[in-house]
Nanobody, 123 residues
Framework: QVQLVESGGGLVQAGGSLRLSCAAS????????MGWFRQAPGKEREFVAA????????TYADSVKGRCTISRDNAKKTVYLQMNSLKPEDTAVYYC????????????????WGQGTQVTVSS
């Protein structure tokens, strides 16, 4: 089994920054892809970014490209999402997810999910 625990959410003003963390446990992750998704009230869950645990290859949604950076710390089994220049439309619950396979932006292909962390950006 895989356990994912997110942290780092909170309330921030527009233009500010936050760093989300996702601590993973339960198995080795060398062949895994880790992803960040978000879901705003009344909207579908959408892809934000993903990273291959081995090699560090990344991909981003167009809506966050240039403002967000996904990274991982192998020793700590932790994945990070650094978010800069935050906008009110970034307000959502952010979820960490894991899948055994290559990069994907489809939430349907991820097998494990964290409980989510709330990010609120005030204007």
């Amino acid at each position: 089994q895989v356990q994912l625990v997110e942290s780092g959410g909170g309330l921030v003003q527009a233009g500010g920054s936050l760093r989300l963390s996702c601590a993973a446990s339960g198995r080795t992750f060398s062949s895994y892809t880790m992803g960040w998704f978000r879901q705003a009230p009344g909207k579908e869950r959408e892809f934000v970014a993903a990273i291959r645990w081995s090699g560090g290859i990344t991909t981003y949604a167009d809506s966050v490209k240039g403002r967000c950076t996904i990274s991982r710390d192998n020793a700590k089994k932790t994945v990070y999402l650094q978010m800069n220049s935050l906008k009110p439309e970034d307000t959502a619950v952010y979820y960490c997810a894991a899948r055994s396979g290559y990069l994907s932006a489809s939430s349907l292909l991820y097998d494990y999910w964290g409980q989510g962390t709330q990010v609120t950006v005030s204007s």
